[in-house]
């Protein structure tokens, strides 16, 4: 098994780099949906969240109220870490179990935003980093997902530096261009993996 761990910034693209790297065999553990899953209604971790920051961050129904979570945790690095405290360690285990589910052979990867804020790049046999400027970042948040430029800075800022996540990474993807480049590039990282893995070159192109 090998196993890598996805990261990149806010805005890079990481969902359009695992997915192609899904279609090619790998088996995607994406912490964003197990983030969600492990705060779902009726878990222990939204019981914990609602303990930690109130009964004002759950919807009527009785769900996660995201965006007013986010309003007290982005730009608040003390609170940012308690509900990093409740939700990661729950993300780790839950990822373990499904690593452990998959074939002996499979290329793992890892989808963690947070990879190397939380200070897991040495745990997995290879880092890619979805890698874009800045620039890039900041127009994709104020035009696709519609946040002021106070708030993509704001976003961008609560992450690791552009140079951190460079400096840990195994295999960069530069995904500042059209996804038609994004296809090909992930062809010679598709190669890369398999080759790391054992398994050789790999004639899906």
């Excluded at 090998?2 to 695992?18: C, D, H, M, P, Y």
């Excluded at 609170?79 to 993300?91: F, Q």
């Excluded at 530096?161 to 261009?177: I, K, P, Q």
Aim: no cysteine; proline share 2%.
């Amino acid at each position: 098994m090998l196993r890598v761990g996805l990261t990149g910034g806010i805005g890079a693209g990481k969902s359009a780099v695992s997915s192609r790297l899904v279609a090619r065999g790998a088996v995607l553990i994406d912490s964003d949906v197990l983030a969600r899953e492990v705060v779902a209604r009726g878990t222990d971790g939204l019981a914990e969240v609602v303990a930690a920051f109130g009964d004002g961050v759950l919807t009527a129904d009785g769900d996660l109220d995201r965006p007013a979570l986010g309003k007290i945790v982005f730009g608040d690095e003390t609170a940012r870490r308690k509900l990093e405290a409740i939700i990661h360690p729950r993300v780790r285990h839950r990822a373990a179990e499904i690593e452990a589910a998959a074939d002996d052979d499979a290329i793992v990867v890892h989808d963690i935003p947070l990879l190397v804020e939380t200070g897991q790049a040495d745990k997995f046999d290879l880092v890619l980093v979805v890698d874009v400027p800045v620039e890039v970042q900041l127009e994709r948040l104020t035009t696709q997902r519609g946040m002021t430029e106070a708030e993509a800075k704001q976003r961008i800022a609560s992450q690791a530096s552009r140079e951190d996540r460079l400096a840990v990474a195994d295999v960069v993807v530069d995904n500042s261009g059209s996804l038609e480049e994004l296809g090909r590039r992930i062809g010679d990282v598709w190669t890369t993996l398999r080759q790391h893995s054992g398994h050789g070159p790999d004639t899906k192109r």
